[in-house]
């Protein structure tokens, strides 16, 4: 495969288009329903962008990184005969792709901010294709940009983003509700950045489970309710009721 096409402008299609041109497969076109998106994108590739569906040339690849309720419209919606397509999403299956040929998967499990650099050689990508032959190829092409490539089901890759998006999505909502805490009582969020740095660094060696710390599980019932009833807002009650409950019948259940 030496040309691409990225339906897609996002955090995904910008990280994974600059990694791949980097390497040496060449970007031809750029598609992004936003204008300014598409064009920002296709000049640091200095390739052709388009906002038409129709104008999309066949490629040796086209990769489309759209949000995942966008992603069977725009699929539908592409007229091409002889380009493969891969999609990038973590929880749609193959059947997107309906009745056209040479489809798969091309899933990275990491989490991208497009304007902030990135080296994927360490990101895991989750491979999976119906067309045994096509399958070796995206591994190939995975395996240009990143060391860590599976083949993995659609239904294995949907519980893989599961996890994701607890590790992840999750841990860094609990991270911003922190910082509001902190903002909101005068104090500095990078007070806390030696110990959030800690938490993960602890994961590295050890289970997430075997480490954990806190009142939670130490069962410090009067500190819990003290942290509780300091909070102003209802919902982050319960939040903190939901998380410490679980955290402790958790720690019960592997006992």
Request: hydrophobic content about 35%.
């Amino acid at each position: 495969m030496k040309t691409i096409s990225f339906i897609g402008a996002g955090n995904v299609g910008t990280q994974l288009s600059l990694e791949f041109q980097k390497n040496g497969i060449s970007v031809k076109q750029i598609w992004s329903k936003t204008e300014e998106k598409a064009k920002k994108l296709a000049s640091k590739l200095n390739c052709r962008w388009t906002i038409n569906l129709n104008e999309i040339e066949d490629v040796d690849l086209i990769i489309v990184s759209v949000k995942d309720d966008f992603l069977e419209v725009v699929i539908e919606n592409l007229n091409l005969s002889n380009s493969p397509i891969v999609h990038t999403s973590g929880s749609i299956g193959l059947d997107v792709f309906k009745d056209k040929q040479e489809t798969g998967i091309l899933y990275p499990l990491q989490t991208f901010s497009k304007f902030i650099p990135m080296n994927l050689t360490d990101v895991p990508f989750c491979i999976e294709s119906e067309n045994k032959e096509f399958e070796k190829k995206l591994t190939k092409i995975a395996h240009k940009i990143s060391n860590s490539v599976h083949l993995l089901s659609t239904e294995k890759r949907k519980k893989l983003h599961l996890a994701a998006v607890f590790a992840c999505n999750f841990s860094n909502h609990m991270l911003s509700i922190s910082e509001k805490i902190m903002k909101e009582n005068d104090l500095d969020f990078e007070m806390l950045k030696p110990l959030i740095l800690q938490t993960f660094e602890k994961i590295k060696t050890n289970s997430p489970n075997s480490v954990q710390t806190g009142p939670a599980i130490r069962k410090d019932y009067k500190v819990i309710k003290n942290q509780i009833d300091s909070l102003n807002s209802e919902e982050l009650k319960q939040i903190y009721k939901q998380i410490t409950n679980n955290i402790i019948k958790l720690k019960n259940d592997n006992q």
